[in-house]
């Protein structure tokens, strides 16, 4: 059974910083690029981090570029956010996504996990 589960979400004030974990089971981890993404009310879910599969190159939204660092540990099959200089603006539910990439480069299944709330207050 596949399962992601986020956690590390809460209430923070402007400024601080929250480090965001989520665990992978019943896949590959190795064979995942793994994202986070963010939803805030009546907004689209947006992008944030990706993390590739092998490589480990990193990508970030421009809004959160140079305050929030993507990593993950294989042998814990986790990957992490961490979230500094936090703003009002990173008010959202916070998502991770695994996304299967084959050897060839093809994409496969995606898989979201329900996601954990980040509280920015001013």
């Known amino acids: 059974q596949v399962q992601l589960v986020e956690s590390g979400g809460g209430l923070v004030q402007a400024g601080g910083s929250l480090r965001l974990s989520c665990a992978v089971s019943?896949?590959?981890?190795?064979?995942?690029?793994m994202n986070w993404y963010r939803q805030a009310p009546g907004k689209e879910r947006e992008f944030v981090a990706v993390?590739?599969?092998?490589?480990?190159?990193?990508y970030y939204a421009d809004s959160v570029e140079g305050r929030f660092t993507i990593s993950r540990d294989n042998a814990k099959n986790s990957v992490y956010l961490q979230m500094n200089s936090l703003t009002p603006e990173d008010t959202a539910i916070y998502y991770c996504?695994?996304?299967?990439?084959?050897?060839?480069?093809?994409?496969?299944?995606?898989?979201w996990g329900q996601g954990t709330q980040v509280t920015v207050s001013s």
């Open positions: 019943g896949l590959p981890f190795s064979m995942l690029n």
């Open positions: 996504r695994g996304d299967v990439v084959y050897f060839s480069d093809s994409v496969g299944p995606k898989y």
């Open positions: 993390i590739r599969r092998s490589s480990g190159i990193t």
